[in-house]
């Protein structure tokens, strides 16, 4: 079965902090290269990998991946608020 | 399980064709010496065919770290390399088959009766190595 592309903010989170390739793979507990594949896009993680990613990054999941490509996440804060402040 | 590997997939694809010419250069010198009474040629290009297929063998599977990867347990390796060694693994199983039984079938046409001790080593290589070769050759970064 041909799983469609995830997309993901991996590699700027991971560079807003800081951190390298080899750090946040220790971490996450994966290959260094996994996280350059993730980062590429080239793996979709499973679904305890991804919340292994979303939980060091402090952030929920969708905010991390998505199956649409993904907005800079500070148009994606700004929509959360409107519609937060919406309601 | 962590890796370093420096050769380009490019030239990952150029040893791993190289060792596997080797391992045919091998036969070939075998049977030149078996039927063709030519002991000499059969024993020095033998020879220079095992020491190519030792050299391409250190060049592409353990400098890369190619046969760790692929020997080692499933607790070492990550989901995605575990992911990559499966698929290698479905890949290799139907080409050996399918190798294999064509060289039993081929001998058996022949009339040759069951394989040369040769041959077996060979094919043994083979299984050995082939996992390896296409996670090798499929595998943009190791």
Redesign the interface.
Known sequence: MKSRKLYNRIAVLRKERNVSRRDLAEII??????V??LERE??N??LD?AFKISEYFGLPIELIFSAEPLKPLIEEIIELKNKIGGQ | ???TNSMTRQNRKLWIIVNYLSIILVLGFFYIGKYYDLPTLALIGGAVSLILLIFSFVKVFIKTQLWKLAHTSDKN?????LQVILSSLRYSYSAFTIITLAIIYGFAVAGQGPIDVVVAACLLYFAHTLPAAIVGWKE???
Do not use: A, W
């Not at chain 1, 507990?29 to 996994?34: A, E, M, R, S």
């Not at chain 2, 390796?77 to 390399?81: K, P, S, T, Y």
């Open positions: 507990g994966v290959n260094f290269q996994t350059g594949y080239e793996y993680p499973s990998l | 399980m962590k890796q390796l990550d989901e995605r390399q943009k970064i190791i």
